[in-house]
């Protein structure tokens, strides 16, 4: 006696939710995400007559010199005792992760000039040489 084979059908997802799936995550990782915001030292930038607008990138690390002295790199304020040798050791530790990095410096216009000249020398010791100032557009 010969059996009938039963026709078996395809296997199928079922995909009528998948869409509610797709938003629910999408929501709850856009919820749940920090985005972190640099505030830095409050400053008064200097003004320039001519300046050129760089697009920021990834890998830009900003540097703060408010009119004190005090430095900060990425939102972490260096110790006011030797600030010029931590920014120093600071910087190293970055350029180690990432050696293609630009240094961004916001300086406030009443900042001590030989402190920010030390800080460039100190760069000049870590192999920091791409720098760039940040300035205010000033109209004539």
Do not use: C
């Amino acid at each position: 006696m010969k059996l009938a084979r039963r026709s078996r059908g395809g296997a199928a997802i079922p995909t009528a939710s998948m869409s509610d799936i797709a938003f629910l995550l999408i929501l709850f990782f856009m919820v749940t995400t920090v985005f972190s915001t640099e505030k830095g030292l409050d400053l008064v930038l200097p003004k320039a007559e001519a300046t050129q607008r760089i697009r920021l990138r990834r890998n830009t690390v900003n540097v703060w010199i408010d009119r004190e002295g005090r430095i900060s790199i990425q939102d972490k304020l260096m110790p006011a005792e030797t600030p010029v040798e931590a920014f120093g050791n600071k910087l190293l530790h970055i350029l180690s992760e990432k050696p293609d990095l630009i240094v961004l410096l916001r300086v406030d216009e009443n900042a001590r000039y030989g402190q920010i000249s030390e800080l460039i020398e100190k760069m000049k010791e870590v192999k920091a040489l791409k720098l760039t100032f940040a300035t205010q557009f000033e109209e004539l």
